[in-house]
């Protein structure tokens, strides 16, 4: 019998395993419930509802309880870091998600009701800021710009090196 997932030739333990390893029993179970959620659950009702209510849930216990709102924050940026690093090692998939991005940032462009409506959102979280947050905020974004301009001379730098040799 082949793999499922990777294709390999295996000898199965019982007459319902399809995959080779746990690895691919986990990727197997993944693209399974992926299909399922994109086939069945996304175009549900009940479904969204159910999911609508657990997600202001959460966000209600964020609020109560700061340590739960750092760990969720820091389990998103993961996930998200891990996404990345998948689509970057990927160059079909890293140039899909480019021109996503520009095709959006071109609509944003073109339609200024939608890009209002877009900036709404990181305008409303700035006007929520306290005073020593907002000071922080542009401490911050002072440095990043401050390394961003460290980065550019040493990569000229580097340019200029390299064409001396």
């Known amino acids: 019998m082949h793999c499922a997932v990777c294709g390999k030739e295996f000898i199965p333990r019982s007459s319902l395993q399809t995959s080779c390893s746990p690895e691919c029993r986990r990727e197997f179970t993944r693209r399974k419930e992926r299909a399922r959620y994109h086939n069945d659950l996304k175009h549900d009702d009940a479904w969204r509802e159910k999911r609508r209510t657990y997600l202001q849930f959460l966000q209600e216990m964020m609020q109560a309880d700061p340590d739960l709102e750092k760990d969720v924050k820091a389990a998103r940026q993961r996930a998200v870091r891990k996404y990345m690093e998948k689509i970057r090692a990927d160059p079909v998939a890293y140039e899909a998600l480019k021109q996503q ?23 409303q979280w700035y006007r929520n800021l306290t005073q020593e947050q907002k000071i922080a905020l542009a ?6 710009k401050h390394l961003a301009a460290l980065m550019n001379v040493q990569t000229e730098l580097i340019k200029r090196k390299e064409d001396d040799k």
């Open 139 to 144: 401490a911050r974004n002072q440095q990043r």
């Open 101 to 123: 991005k520009r095709e959006y940032m071109r609509m944003l462009r073109d339609d200024p009701e939608k890009r209002e409506k877009m900036l709404e959102g990181p305008r």
